[in-house]
């Protein structure tokens, strides 16, 4: 299993931040991994919701069908799902107050069969590097 976190500090009050940062419709503006939703995308998410969306690691797309498992507005989303080869991922998506910003975090989690020795290395690898980057394409994004 892999596990991977990042968090940026934002110039940003936690509510607007929280706004950005839990609307799935934002994560093309923001997020590296995003390729694209397959089919209907709620317009915000609420705890048992479910969405498919296409991923790209590695330069592999991988179609996952996510449930959201915790929803706790305006600090927490945890998300999970399964993808090919029985890919299994989680992603917490947190927002907190931070002197006068907020803190973003997002922490995430891949096992499964095919996520171990060298390629479990190279994803985690590959999965710290865009959690990096779409942490500082969302920090443009509510600057």
């Known amino acids: 299993m892999g596990k991977i976190s990042a968090s940026v500090e934002l110039p940003a009050a936690p509510d607007k931040v929280w706004a950005e940062f839990s609307n799935p419709n934002n994560f093309e503006k923001w997020l590296t991994i995003h390729t694209?939703?397959?089919?209907e995308v709620p317009a915000e998410f609420s705890k048992g919701a479910q969405a498919s969306e296409v991923?790209?690691?590695?330069?592999?797309?991988?179609?996952?069908?996510?449930?959201?498992d915790e929803f706790e507005a305006p600090s927490k989303l945890a998300i999970s799902g399964t993808g090919m080869a029985g890919v299994k991922v989680k992603f917490e998506l947190s927002v907190e107050a931070s002197g006068d910003g907020s803190l973003a975090s997002i922490d995430a989690e891949f096992a499964g069969q095919m996520i171990i020795g060298a390629l479990g290395k190279a994803v985690e690898k590959d999965g710290k590097k865009n959690l990096d980057a779409s942490l500082e394409n969302f920090k443009a994004l509510v600057a």
Not at 36 to 39: A, E, F, L, P, R
Not at 55 to 68: A, D, E, K, Q, S
């Open 36 to 39: 694209k939703w397959k089919g």
């Open 55 to 68: 991923v790209t690691m590695l330069g592999m797309p991988n179609t996952i069908t996510w449930t959201v």
